[in-house]
């Protein structure tokens, strides 16, 4: 059988069942995509107020969420509504849903709708068929209820969301409208903050890239200052938090210690405090406390400025004649007194700051860093008497100031008075008027000698100065001391300069003075103090006699000593030749026979000493007789001829010579050798030794002789001065009694 082409109407309870599920379609979508944008709008609209109430972002940050926000909103409104709202929905799609979900309608629903749908130019196929096919459809679609093609209950629940963040973002904006308004002006891009009830700020902290940061010298611990307001209406939190990141992705965090109890119109702010403990790198923590918080705060580790090296730039006072140099300094330095110096110090960073601290005198050096190069800095040192101990400060750009002050101590050297060093040669404590008194010895000093004088004084008289006849001229080491010539005249009225009279008594010093010019007063030096009794001729020759006596009583003694090595020299005996003297024997005589020989040498090694002092006593005394002016040709002959240089030739080569040949027979001794030889040779010496100062006593006796025949016609000089005083004095007692008379 063939077909029949012919058009085949739908029926219209198929087709407003078709419309309806159309809308109803439509509608649904409708309301889900709504819900949707509603959803990511609300969604957005609180996750932002979160954000920038919790970080408040700054503006460039914010532009970039509310474009995230934008973009994602329109591509839900795409998706989810506009995409599937306008979206083509034909009769067959729509048959088949509802046959999908109603199984009993037996494909007749999707076989009239697609039989309406063909072009009439198409066969439909049996005619009675489809007629009875679409009234079936028509039955059992009058029990179907399209409501069951929809998921209600995801739609309910995008419907609720949204409905409730529209309705609390409605209760936000009528119930807090300042913050409302407030975060209408953040997103219009304000810079202004949220306002909070906790006010926080740190201490010390400054703007980095990264955020707030303050650097840490490595190693070191550091305290952390944050502070609540309490002004403003501000509160203060019951407590603060640290919480911090570690390098390592480590997180922990800590509490603050409140500092005290901060009391509204007393105080501004209350103070937490927190101790991180060596800080070996970078730390990276927030500071959180009641409903505010500073995030992206960082603790910076850097190395500790350091000093590499002072240089001393000195010049100094112009007494010491000294060129400027550079003087390195290492712990301790010695500057002398005056001295301007410039100190130069280098470090291993750029300075901010140096503080130089003078610890005696409790204040501070001005110092200034270099412009051209911030790791040099510098500070005038001006030195004075005493000792400066300075302590030194370097704070780094960054902040960073030295562990401990470096310690620098300055020594201050005084300038010392020249050392005069001034012995009196060729005089005694006795003088004559007309006495020269020579004065030997060394004036020094480090930086020159400038004046030297003669300072004296007499009981009569106050102190006068007498200078030398020759000038130092600044040399550090001057002995052209001179001679103190009490019989000086002054040339122009030849009267003597300083007149003396015996009985008088005379002291006498040198005095010498340096380029020392930092005071009013120069640096004078001393020597010790001679005094001196002014004597006549006859007082001074029996002064010198005594010393002749004690002198002689002296080389009697050395004499006496000298006999009685001689005669141990003759105690020692040879090596005997007996046979029958026994070994023990022979021990004995040679150990004592050596003890003798080395005592020996031991006696005149020391009486050659005290015999050239005794030659020294005289020359003492022929010198002191020459500068008294009282020296006789004869006294000369006597004393030094006669006497002195005789005891130099016992003493330097008489004896030298006894002593080296009891040192060849104590050799001979320690060897076991042949002694008979230099006993012979010694004794022989010995005897010439002893002969040499026989002669020499006998002199001194003759010299003693001749003292007392003067001491014996100075006592007649005297008992005649007596007598003539005597009788002048009766002669004028008497003529008073005959004016008395009269």
């Not at 006859?538 to 080389?555: I, Y």
């Not at 008294?628 to 030298?656: A, F």
């Not at 002593?659 to 040779?681: G, H, R, V, Y």
Request: aromatic share 6%; charged share 30%; glycine share 6%.
């Amino acid at each position: 059988m063939s077909t029949i082409p012919l058009s085949y109407p739908l029926s219209q309870p198929i087709s407003h069942k078709m419309k309806r599920l159309r809308l109803m379609v439509r509608l649904y979508v409708l309301l889900e995509g709504l819900a949707s944008v509603s959803l990511v709008l609300g969604i957005a609209f609180w996750s932002g107020l979160a954000i920038d109430w919790l970080f408040e972002p700054v503006p460039v940050v914010r532009v970039v969420m509310w474009l995230a926000v934008g973009l994602a909103a329109c591509w839900v409104l795409v998706r989810s509504l506009l995409s599937r709202v306008f979206a083509r929905l034909p009769d067959a799609s729509l048959a088949l849903l509802v046959e999908r979900n109603f199984p009993e309608l037996g494909e007749s629903l999707v076989t009239s709708v697609e039989a309406a749908s063909q072009s009439s130019a198409q066969p439909l196929g049996n005619a009675v068929l489809l007629r009875q096919t679409s009234q079936v459809a028509d039955q059992l679609l009058g029990d179907v209820s399209l409501r069951q093609l929809f998921r209600w209950k995801p739609l309910a629940w995008k419907a609720v969301g949204a409905i409730g963040l529209i309705v609390s973002i409605t209760v936000f904006a009528v119930g807090q409208r300042e913050a409302f308004a407030f975060w209408i002006d953040r997103m219009q891009l304000t810079e202004q903050l949220w306002p909070r009830a906790v006010q926080l700020s740190v201490v010390g902290f400054e703007q980095e890239t990264t955020g707030l940061a303050v650097h840490v010298a490595r190693d070191d611990d550091y305290q952390l200052l944050v502070e609540a307001s309490i002004e403003e209406e501000h509160i203060a939190p019951e407590q603060v938090e640290i919480r911090y990141r570690l390098a390592d992705g480590r997180r922990g965090r800590d509490t603050m210690v409140k500092v005290g109890e901060a009391l509204p119109g007393r105080d501004t702010s209350q103070q937490f405090r927190y101790t991180f403990r060596s800080v070996g790198s970078d730390l990276q923590f927030d500071v959180v406390g009641g409903d505010d918080r500073i995030r992206g705060l960082w603790l910076r580790v850097v190395e500790r400025p350091q000093i590499e090296r002072i240089l001393l730039e000195c010049e100094y006072p112009s007494y010491l004649d000294r060129s400027p140099r550079t003087i390195p300094v290492s712990g301790r330095v010695e500057l002398p007194e005056g001295t301007r110096a410039i100190c130069r110090l280098q470090t291993n960073k750029p300075l901010a700051a140096l503080r130089v601290h003078d610890v005696a005198l409790q204040q501070d050096i001005p110092s200034e860093i270099e412009a051209s190069n911030p790791q040099e800095a510098r500070f005038m040192l001006e030195m004075g008497k005493e000792d400066r101990v300075l302590q030194l400060t370097v704070r780094d750009t960054q902040q960073v100031e030295n562990r401990e002050p470096y310690r620098v101590v300055v020594s201050a050297v005084g300038d010392m008075p020249p050392d005069v060093s001034v012995q009196l040669r060729g005089i005694g404590t006795a003088v004559t008027p007309q006495a020269r008194i020579p004065l030997q010895g060394l004036i020094q000093d480090e930086y020159g000698v400038e004046g030297v004088w003669f300072e004296f004084q007499t009981d009569k008289i106050p102190s006068e100065r007498r200078k030398l006849d020759v000038e130092p001229n600044g040399a550090r080491k001057f002995t052209a001391l001179g001679d103190f010539d009490l019989s000086r005249t002054d040339p122009q009225t030849n009267r003597r300069l300083l007149a003396l009279k015996p009985g008088e008594k005379l002291t006498l010093a040198v005095e010498a003075t340096d380029a020392y010019d930092l005071q009013t007063e120069p640096h004078v030096g001393r020597s010790q103090r001679f005094l001196l009794d002014v004597v006549t001729e006859s007082e001074l020759r029996a002064l010198l006699e005594k010393r002749e006596l004690a002198l002689r009583q002296r080389f009697e003694a050395i004499y006496e000593k000298m006999v009685g090595t001689r005669e141990l020299l003759a105690r020692i005996e040879s090596e005997p030749t007996q046979d029958e003297l026994e070994a023990t024997e022979q021990q004995r005589r040679h150990k004592r026979d050596r003890l003798r020989a080395d005592g020996s040498r031991q006696n005149v090694t020391q009486l050659a000493y005290e015999t050239l002092g005794v030659a020294e006593g005289f020359d003492d005394i022929v010198a002191e007789l020459a500068n008294n002016r009282v020296d006789t040709e004869e006294l000369k002959q006597r004393l030094g001829q006669g006497i002195s240089e005789p005891l130099k030739n016992i003493s330097g080569e008489l004896m030298p010579d006894l002593e080296a040949m009891l040192q060849d027979m104590t050799t001979a001794f320690d060897e076991d050798l042949e002694i008979a030889n230099s006993l012979q040779l010694a004794k022989v010496q010995g005897d010439v030794v002893v002969e040499a100062m026989k002669k020499v006593l006998d002199r001194m006796l003759e010299l003693e002789s001749y003292n007392e025949l003067v001491e014996i016609l100075r006592g007649i000089v005297a008992e005649q001065k007596k007598l003539r005083e005597q009788t002048h004095q009766q002669r004028r007692e008497k003529l008073r009694r005959i004016l008395g008379d009269e």
